[in-house]
Nanobody, 128 residues
């Protein structure tokens, strides 16, 4: 069973930075895509950034130029870590951030329906 564990959330002021991490383990897929999604209070979960199986990236318009998605795999432990570097944070970036994984896809859309595996989420709060 795929395990996704997020970390790195917290509270920052407008203009600050945070780096989220997601440790992905317990799977043996040869290729897969991963993404970051967020959900603000009272709103639906939305896509933030996706990294395809072979490294292509896509971003929501609202975070383009401020956020960077990346990932790294340690072969000896078979653990992949997904990152989201968030700069120039705004109050509207506040929400619970979720890591997601989908095996067997090259370039999935930035949509929750495109992903089957999810982490438990980490809270990001940006104050003005």
């Amino acid at each position: 069973q795929v395990q996704l564990v997020e970390s790195g959330g917290g509270s920052v002021q407008t203009g600050g930075s945070l780096r989220l991490s997601c440790a992905a383990s317990r799977f043996t897929y040869n290729w897969y895509s991963m993404g970051w999604f967020r959900q603000a209070p009272g709103k639906e979960r939305e896509g933030v950034a996706v990294i395809g199986a072979f490294g292509s990236t896509s971003y929501a318009d609202s975070v383009q130029g401020r956020f960077t998605i990346s990932r790294d795999t340690v072969e000896t432990t078979s653990v992949t870590t997904l990152y989201l570097q968030m700069n120039s944070l705004k109050p509207e970036d506040t929400g619970i951030y979720y890591c997601a994984l989908q095996p067997g896809t090259r370039n999935p859309p930035l949509a929750t329906a495109a992903f089957n595996y999810w982490g438990q989420g980490t809270q990001v709060t940006v104050s003005s």
